[in-house]
């Protein structure tokens, strides 16, 4: 049995009228679906890589804060690790579900809608990039200001604690020097 499209496509090659202009608006046809298809699959990429990037942080930036006993609640100057954590953790999650309903949203026709969510989008990154600069700084006067100096902590807390907050604080730098490169 023939689809509706594949019908029609025999049917105006059969009588030979505009042949070859059925065969073109086919040819569109799979083009537009070629188009979906690729977009479709390039939004599916992106929101798989800033998942894997962006999760594993997320979950163990909750998993300690939420189960840590050795050093988490340790106040310095009315904040503590456990709520640096929290705070890392949600805000990561926050700014991967913003990311990822923009991602699908965005299409390759660049409408309106389009131009607004890039903006939308633009400016939650400046948002967080201000707010994470200045939050893993704290997360950093917090660990190795007092905590880690004392040796309160767990192993896998210090050495998760130090290995991530080198990388967000490298990140940090990178950022800032690719500032320095644009202007």
């Known amino acids: 049995m023939m689809s509706p499209r594949d019908s029609f496509v025999t049917e105006s090659i059969e009588s030979g009228n505009n042949s070859k202009h059925s065969v073109n608006s086919l040819s569109l046809l799979n083009n537009d679906n070629d188009d979906n298809n690729s977009e479709f699959f ?3 990429i992106g929101v798989c890589c800033l998942l894997t990037l962006i999760m594993p942080c997320v979950i163990c930036d909750l998993f300690f804060a939420l189960t840590d006993k050795t ?3 340790e106040n310095v100057e009315n904040i503590n690790l456990k709520q640096y954590l929290l705070g890392t953790g949600l805000f990561a999650l926050l700014f991967a579900i913003i ?3 923009c991602i699908c949203i965005i299409s390759k026709k660049n409408t309106e809608n389009d131009q607004l969510s890039i903006m939308f989008l633009y400016i939650v990154n400046i948002i967080g990039t201000i707010f994470t600069i200045v939050w893993n700084i704290i997360g950093a006067v917090i660990f190795w200001g007092s905590i880690y100096k004392e040796n309160i902590c767990s192993k896998e807390i210090t050495t998760y604690l130090f290995v ?3 990388i967000r604080l490298l990140s940090i730098y990178g950022f800032i020097q690719q500032l320095n490169n644009k202007k």
Do not use: A, E, T
């Open 71 to 73: 050093c988490v609640n």
């Open 164 to 166: 991530v907050l080198i």
């Open 42 to 44: 390039g939004k599916s």
């Open 99 to 101: 990311s990822i309903i």
